[in-house]
């Protein structure tokens, strides 16, 4: 018993001193390994930083399939000039992006770095909601299976779990626009209204999108879990059965400790270890 007491951890980085408590999943015990928010000690070492987790985030979304061609778009804002965003280049597959082709553009669509072109159906969109929401840093959409089908019922998701609850008054149903594909700048205007508060978005007869305050992971993460809830929803109405929801005051409570922008971020540090370590082409 003594040996494994006494055995140092494993990982070469040294325990970090916990911050201020922002969450319950953050330990009390000083010096335990734990993921913590980064610091910057200036915009070139914070626009490094956003650019290789949004290269994660798409290979993430490569991952989980949600890939349909060249359909899905993930932003994240220039910390130094917010009025521009970082994105994934036009018909690259989310696991062939890597640092060196991201592009950015600005909110009228126009690329001022990187060789590729843009997605105009991304910029419609995201650019509308970037602009409209200057506190908005990130947004992820991708055509997926399950997010797709759930928005053609036009409806929110029920909290039918704990994992559904962290979406519990913090999504919305956006009607308009509905199955028009967004290349006019209109489209994306009219949709950007819905954003105010909320983390996502299931657009009827198109798909899931999401957005953060906080960071390209907690987007990403929150994308990811929105799609798995949809296909959960859809599995169990499947059966016929009525499924027993979570009480709003439960739904809330869970949504409060599980469905922060924190708790996303967090989520997504176990992804993002394991691209770094299976996937190094990432930052080439």
Same mark, same amino acid.
């Given at each position: 018993?003594?040996?494994?007491?006494?055995?140092?951890?494993?990982?070469?980085?040294?325990?970090?001193?916990?911050?201020?408590?922002?969450?319950? +999943?953050?330990?009390?015990?000083?010096? =335990?390994?734990? *993921? /913590? #928010? %980064?610091?910057?000690?200036?915009? $070139?070492?914070?626009?490094?930083?956003?650019?290789?987790?949004?290269?994660?985030?798409?290979?993430?979304?490569?991952?989980?399939?949600?890939?349909?061609?060249?359909?899905?778009?993930?932003?994240?804002?220039?910390?130094?000039?917010?009025?521009?965003?970082?994105?994934?280049?036009?018909?690259?597959?989310?696991?062939?992006?890597?640092?060196?082709?991201?592009?950015?553009?600005?909110?009228?669509?126009?690329?001022?770095?990187?060789?590729?072109?843009?997605?105009?159906?991304?910029?419609?969109?995201?650019?509308?909601?970037?602009?409209?929401?200057?506190?908005?840093?990130?947004?992820?959409?991708?055509?997926?299976? +399950?997010?797709?089908?759930?928005?053609? =019922?036009?409806? *929110? /998701? #029920? %909290?039918?779990?704990?994992?559904? $609850?962290?979406?519990?008054?913090?999504?919305?149903?956006?009607?308009?626009?509905?199955?028009?594909?967004?290349?006019?700048?209109?489209?994306?205007?009219?949709?950007?209204?819905?954003?105010?508060?909320?983390?996502?978005?299931?657009?009827?007869?198109?798909?899931?999108?999401?957005?953060?305050?906080?960071?390209?992971?907690?987007?990403?993460?929150?994308?990811?879990?929105?799609?798995?809830?949809?296909?959960?929803?859809?599995?169990?109405?499947?059966?016929?059965?009525?499924?027993?929801?979570?009480?709003?005051?439960?739904?809330?409570?869970?949504?409060?400790?599980?469905?922060?922008?924190?708790?996303?971020?967090?989520?997504?540090?176990?992804?993002?270890?394991?691209?770094?370590?299976?996937? %190094?082409?990432?930052?080439?």
């Amino acid at each position: 018993m003594a040996a494994i007491l006494d055995r140092q951890p494993s990982s070469p980085a040294a325990p970090a001193p916990v911050r201020r408590s922002v969450s319950i +999943y953050q330990p009390k015990q000083e010096g =335990l390994i734990f *993921p /913590l #928010e %980064p610091e910057f000690s200036c915009f $070139a070492e914070e626009r490094l930083h956003r650019k290789q987790r949004l290269v994660a985030a798409c290979r993430a979304f490569a991952l989980e399939g949600f890939d349909y061609g060249f359909a899905g778009h993930l932003t994240v804002r220039d910390p130094e000039y917010p009025e521009l965003y970082w994105t994934n280049p036009m018909a690259v597959h989310f696991a062939q992006v890597k640092l060196s082709n991201l592009i950015l553009a600005d909110h009228t669509g126009r690329v001022v770095e990187g060789a590729y072109a843009i997605n105009r159906a991304g910029f419609v969109l995201h650019a509308a909601v970037h602009e409209a929401h200057p506190d908005i840093v990130a947004m992820c959409h991708a055509h997926t299976v +399950y997010g797709t089908a759930f928005a053609a =019922l036009g409806r *929110p /998701l #029920e %909290p039918i779990s704990q994992d559904a $609850a962290a979406f519990f008054e913090d999504h919305v149903v956006i009607l308009k626009e509905a199955g028009q594909v967004a290349v006019e700048e209109k489209a994306g205007l009219s949709v950007a209204d819905y954003f105010k508060g909320v983390k996502a978005a299931i657009h009827q007869n198109h798909g899931l999108l999401t957005a953060s305050r906080h960071s390209i992971e907690a987007a990403a993460f929150w994308f990811i879990a929105l799609e798995r809830c949809c296909r959960q929803q859809l599995m169990v109405e499947a059966t016929g059965a009525k499924p027993i929801l979570v009480s709003p005051e439960r739904s809330r409570y869970s949504r409060e400790h599980v469905g922060s922008e924190y708790i996303g971020w967090l989520h997504f540090q176990a992804i993002y270890d394991h691209l770094t370590k299976s996937q %190094p082409d990432m930052f080439e």
